[in-house]
């Protein structure tokens, strides 16, 4: 029998190498596109600083547009100011059967909800006489939207 069985001199009952060792090559590549990733990434991060830079302060037209409606529904009474903290407003009791956060009005319920609430398990909610809604404003300033159901036996 042969000493020698197999090129390399692995021997004839060895496994082949699990690590592929790169050429010098391979390797050159390898950190150029590292050096370029990191280059790529710090340029993003400067990008997004200087947009960031340039956003107003404050709310934007849209929140400012929320904020004088949240008013003008506390005013009418539509929606209740409480000195709860949202964790209590949004906990589902035996009345509250589901709860929303950052919902002042039914507009924003309904667009929480797949074909604005006139399909699938939560149309019940809107088309029901048994359920109604209650908007309260958290203590710090968090609308909620609670279903309630009216049920006495609920």
Do not use: N
Not at 52 to 63: F, M, T, V, Y
């Amino acid at each position: 029998m042969p000493r020698h069985l197999s090129k390399g001199g692995r021997g004839g009952f060895t496994l082949p190498r699990k690590t592929i060792r790169k050429t010098p090559q391979e390797v050159q590549k390898a950190a150029e596109q590292r050096r370029k990733a990191a280059a790529e990434a710090a340029a993003k991060a400067e990008a997004a600083k200087a947009r960031a830079a340039k956003l107003p302060e404050g709310p934007s037209k849209r929140e400012r547009k929320r904020l004088a409606r949240r008013k003008q529904l506390v005013a009418e009474g539509k929606l209740e100011e409480t000195t709860s903290d949202v964790e209590e407003l949004t906990k589902l009791t035996r009345h509250v059967v589901l709860a929303a956060k950052d919902c002042q009005d039914e507009v924003e319920l309904r667009a929480k909800f797949r074909s604005g609430g006139t399909a699938g398990e939560q149309s019940k909610y809107f088309f029901s006489t048994r359920y109604r809604f209650r908007y309260v404003l958290a203590k710090d300033g968090t609308p909620v939207a609670q279903v309630v159901d009216k049920t006495p036996w609920a």
